[in-house]
């Protein structure tokens, strides 16, 4: 890994509070789709702790695209407020890439992405990328948001279902009596049952995980007691995300 300096070209929402941030990708910095990055921004958001200057998150564009993008719930907290009202054009840094939630295997191993909430930001990348290289791997995404106005990238993603025939899309909203937007789709939590559903016609899937530490590790549970070996789950929880 390598610190690199890099700017912000833009800024966008793209579900209820939750924006996307666009950087200039460096010459020569390249990624596995699912890795991350650290954000620095060049001055600490509180002297109390410098920590609060660095941040973790998931490369959401895909390595083939011009810029490095990350999405992030802006929460209250010293960093998100410091990079809320970061100025477009600013220098920041960034270091990376690091992080093993990468697809393994091929078309023999399909791939069953379990996402909650921003922990759809890694899939994002894989999915863009498998994508543009018409990869002939099987996918499938179970992802999980409280309302749809909540669930980022999800009309992209029901584009790339469209788009791409082994890409398919199962989302759930777990408190929709909340939601101001309608929904038609699939109502309730991940559970054995449904994960059993979508990855029954697939060839030895390969399970990856991504989300709030507790929907990880309540996954893992479902995982486990459903007979999938340990060798067969990949995951990452997104800790104060």
């Not at 993008?69 to 890439?97: C, E, H, V, W, Y």
């Not at 991940?190 to 060839?203: H, M, N, S």
Request: with cysteine; aromatic share 6%.
């Amino acid at each position: 890994m390598a610190m690199l300096s890099t700017r912000l070209l833009r800024r966008e929402q793209i579900a209820e509070g939750t924006m996307a941030f666009h950087f200039e990708k460096p010459a020569g910095f390249g990624f596995v789709p699912g890795q991350a990055m650290d954000l620095v921004l060049r001055q600490p958001a509180s002297a109390a702790d410098p920590r609060d200057g660095v941040h973790a998150f998931s490369i959401v564009s895909a390595p083939h695209e011009n810029d490095l993008t990350i999405a992030t719930r802006m929460r209250d907290t010293p960093f998100k407020n410091a990079l809320g009202r970061l100025p477009i054009g600013s220098a920041i840094q960034i270091d990376g890439p690091f992080g093993e939630l990468c697809l393994r295997g091929g078309p023999e191993h399909a791939a069953v992405c379990i996402a909650g909430g921003i922990g759809i930001t890694p899939f994002m990348s894989m999915l863009r990328h498998a994508a543009h290289e018409q990869s002939p791997q099987p996918l499938r995404l179970v992802y999980a948001n409280h309302r749809p106005e909540e669930a980022a990238f999800l009309g992209e993603l029901k584009r790339m279902e469209v788009k791409n025939p082994q890409f398919g899309l199962l989302a759930t909203m777990t408190r929709l009596a909340h939601a101001g937007l309608p929904w038609s789709g699939h109502t309730g939590a991940v559970d054995r049952e449904l994960l059993a559903a979508v990855a029954k016609p697939l060839p030895a899937p390969i399970f990856y995980v991504a989300g709030p530490p507790a929907m990880v590790e309540s996954m893992q549970q479902v995982l486990a007691d459903a007979g999938v070996p340990p060798e067969a789950v990949c995951s990452e929880g997104f800790d104060g995300y």
